[in-house]
């Protein structure tokens, strides 16, 4: 038994004379094939069980297994079940032995004796079969294995494309930072929530929150530090809310929320103090405290608006106006803040047109010794001269002038206005202390303490009759960077107060940081103290806790006779109010001190 080649196409003789398997080879010589030959049915089973072959010459007349039954079990199974078969014969040439061979899968009888020209042409007729088959099976192989790998591709692609899409989907209606809703999904939510709202007559409310002072974040800290803050911010505020209320970042320090099944508006403010409360905890980075409240504007569906267009434009109205307060705080919108905005905007491009044409002046307000009666220095306060209006007072304007940044530029006219003016007095004889007013922008983009050190090195005044006054909220805004400024001012000998003293953060442990000289009382104690014993005990305490700071305390706002001796008792050293003088242009500052202005500081009197 020979194995087959795997190239070239085989032919099978099965016949058990090797004579006749040697006169069948031969004839079939002339085609170059591979010739395999069995020498009994068995043989030619064993070797189809794992070769094809192009056609098998089978031998009817064989012992033990016939040529029908061999061929009946090749036909049986799969893998040989159309492979031709010819049956060679020499003695069954009556056509009943030749129908069985048919019946039997035969596709063709040679008879005995074999002529070689005949049995070629026959056998060539399967082999040239074999090959076209075999290219058809190739090409069929070829084009399914292709159709699966470019399938496999496709499905894959497919995928790939899919999740590209949903991470673009995402993408499309997230905040990469925080991971909630944008603008876009936030509309979208918004718009389904109101169409619910409608049918059920509910109220919806929604809320722009802007954080008060995160630029100041991210310009002394970095961005890294201020995504550290947006991301732990919006983590209150998911804290916040109930199921079905949705909270969005806008982008920078804006994040919105939209309320969904208030019963009524009064149901609001509770919610929305608690953003304000949530978003004022102190947030510690890089080992130092900041607060950073929120300023919140809040619009309600369906008074405000029916739309989300105008809710959200009516929400961010109101947030400018909380801003405006001064933040940390929440306002409902009213249908005239529109109005109101718009005179803010006006008024801002005049402001900015006043400081060119040199429409502002300086009003200073005395201060007088509370023991002795006499003015020792004067604040000085800006005023603005409108043309064609009355004097404009400073609380009309300097919260805008905070808000669109000219503060920095006006705060620096205020330092050298205020210098020379009281170099101008020291000329004439007079020596009063001259207390100006800081933004807390002054520190942080002005350049506070390099303009304070030239004007001391510019003109010939004394730098301990300088006085700086900044407020406890300016301090908190940043406080490293106000420790540090106040130093450096305390260093050149400039004298430091504290302004308003007890209506900010009011935690008493951080002026023991701070190079101070002076404590202002807020007028909101001095208002009543004479009539409301709490008020009295706070101003007394305040007093007592600055001596034992070794700071002397100022008075501020005193408009009566009782709070000058009520004040005088407490220990306080210096009052600042209505009840001495108002603010004055500079000549009548003049025309008091050449009266030789004071008041008679007996008891009572
Ligand atoms: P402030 O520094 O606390 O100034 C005292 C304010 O109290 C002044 O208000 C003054 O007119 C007012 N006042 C004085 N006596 C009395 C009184 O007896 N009763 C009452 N009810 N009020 C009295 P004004 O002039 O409107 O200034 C408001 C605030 O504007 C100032 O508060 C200060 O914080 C700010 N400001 C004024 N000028 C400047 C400035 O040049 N730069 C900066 N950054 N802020 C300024
Ligand atoms: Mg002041
Ligand atoms: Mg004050």
């Known amino acids: 038994m020979m194995m087959p080649d795997e190239k070239k196409a085989s032919i099978l003789i099965v016949d058990d004379s090797a004579d006749k398997r040697l006169a069948l080879a031969s004839a079939l010589d002339g085609l170059h094939e591979e010739i395999v030959e069995a020498a009994s049915g068995r043989d030619a089973l064993r070797l189809l069980l794992n070769h094809d072959y192009a056609v098998i010459l089978l031998d009817v007349k064989m012992p033990e297994m016939d040529g029908y039954e061999t061929a009946a079990l090749i036909r049986s199974r799969k893998r040989s079940q159309s492979t031709p078969i010819i049956f060679v014969t020499a003695y069954a040439r009556d056509d009943i032995n030749i129908l069985q061979g048919y019946s039997l899968g035969?596709?063709?009888?040679?008879?005995?004796?074999?002529?070689?020209?005949?049995?070629?042409?026959?056998?060539?007729?399967?082999?040239?079969?074999?090959?076209?088959?075999?290219?058809?099976?190739?090409?069929?192989?070829?084009?399914?294995?292709?159709?699966?790998?470019?399938?496999?591709?496709?499905?894959?692609?497919?995928?790939?494309?899919?999740?590209?899409?949903?991470?673009?989907?995402?993408l499309a209606h997230h905040d990469a930072l925080t991971n909630m809703p944008n603008r876009v999904l936030f509309v979208e939510r918004l718009k389904q929530a109101l169409s619910r709202a409608q049918g059920r007559h509910h109220v919806v409310a929604v809320l722009f929150i802007d954080l008060d002072r995160f630029k100041l974040v991210n310009d002394t800290l970095g961005h890294e530090a201020g995504d550290r803050l947006l991301r732990t911010m919006s983590g209150h505020l998911l804290s916040c809310i109930r199921d079905g209320d949705v909270v969005a970042r806008f982008g920078g320090d804006e994040f919105a929320v939209f309320l969904n099944d208030v019963v009524t508006p009064a149901d609001v403010p509770p919610l929305a103090q608690k953003f304000v409360a949530a978003l004022a905890e102190p947030f510690v980075l890089e080992g130092t405290e900041f607060f950073v409240t929120c300023s919140i504007g809040i619009s309600l569906f369906p008074g405000d608006g029916t739309d989300t267009q105008t809710l959200m434009k009516n929400a961010d109205t109101a947030m400018y106006r909380a801003k405006q307060q001064g933040g940390n705080n929440f306002q409902f919108y009213r249908a005239d803040m529109n109005?109101?905005?718009?005179?803010?905007?006006?008024?801002?491009?005049?402001?900015?047109?006043?400081?060119?044409?040199?429409?502002?002046?300086?009003?200073?307000?005395?201060?007088?010794?509370?023991?002795?009666?006499?003015?020792?220095?004067?604040?000085?306060?800006?005023?603005?001269?409108?043309?064609?209006?009355?004097?404009?007072?400073p609380e009309d304007f300097i919260s805008l002038l905070e808000e669109n940044g000219l503060i920095v530029q006006v705060g620096e006219w205020v330092l050298r206005t205020a210098c020379a003016q009281h170099?101008?007095?020291?000329?004439?004889?007079?020596?009063?202390?001259?207390?100006?007013?800081?933004?807390?922008?002054?520190?942080?983009?002005?350049?506070?303490?390099?303009?304070?050190?030239?004007?001391?090195?510019?003109?010939?005044?004394?730098?301990?009759?300088?006085?700086?006054?900044?407020?406890?909220n300016a301090i908190m805004q940043n406080m490293p960077l106000a420790i540090e400024s106040l130093q450096a001012l305390g260093k050149l000998g400039i004298c430091i107060a504290i302004d308003d003293f007890g209506t900010g953060y009011s935690s008493l442990g951080y002026l023991k940081q701070l190079p101070l000289d002076i404590l202002k009382i807020d007028e909101i104690f001095i208002r009543d103290m004479t009539t409301n014993p709490d008020d009295a005990a706070i101003a007394k305490a305040i007093i007592s806790m600055a001596h034992s700071l070794d700071l002397k305390v100022v008075a501020e706002g005193v408009e009566t006779r009782e709070q000058v001796d009520l004040l005088r008792l407490q220990g306080?050293?210096?009052?600042?109010?209505?009840?001495?003088?108002?603010?004055?242009?500079?000549?009548?500052?003049?025309?008091?001190?050449?009266?030789?202005?004071?008041?008679?500081?007996?008891?009572?009197?």
């Not at 074999?114 to 076209?132: D, M, Q, T």
């Not at 400081?355 to 002795?372: K, S």
């Not at 020596?431 to 506070?448: I, K, W």
């Open 106 to 170: 035969a596709v063709d009888y040679v008879f005995a004796p074999i002529i070689p020209e005949i049995l070629r042409a026959k056998v060539g007729v399967f082999v040239e079969l074999y090959y076209k088959t075999e290219e058809i099976k190739h090409y069929g192989q070829q084009l399914e294995s292709l159709v699966a790998t470019r399938t496999a591709a496709l499905t894959a692609e497919i995928a790939e494309r899919r999740q590209a899409q949903e991470r673009l989907h995402y």
């Open 339 to 393: 109005s109101q905005s718009r005179k803010r905007l006006e008024l801002n491009n005049l402001l900015r047109q006043a400081l060119q044409r040199q429409e502002f002046v300086l009003h200073y307000q005395p201060q007088f010794d509370l023991h002795n009666g006499t003015i020792v220095g004067v604040e000085a306060l800006i005023h603005w001269a409108r043309p064609g209006a009355a004097v404009v007072p």
């Open 572 to 605: 306080c050293d210096l009052g600042q109010g209505f009840y001495f003088s108002k603010p004055l242009p500079a000549n009548e500052i003049e025309r008091l001190l050449r009266e030789n202005y004071s008041l008679n500081m007996t008891m009572g009197a």
């Open 423 to 472: 170099h101008a007095w020291r000329n004439m004889g007079y020596t009063l202390r001259m207390a100006m007013n800081a933004s807390g922008r002054q520190f942080t983009d002005g350049g506070l303490v390099k303009i304070v050190t030239d004007i001391v090195q510019e003109n010939p005044v004394k730098p301990c009759m300088l006085e700086i006054e900044i407020t406890e």
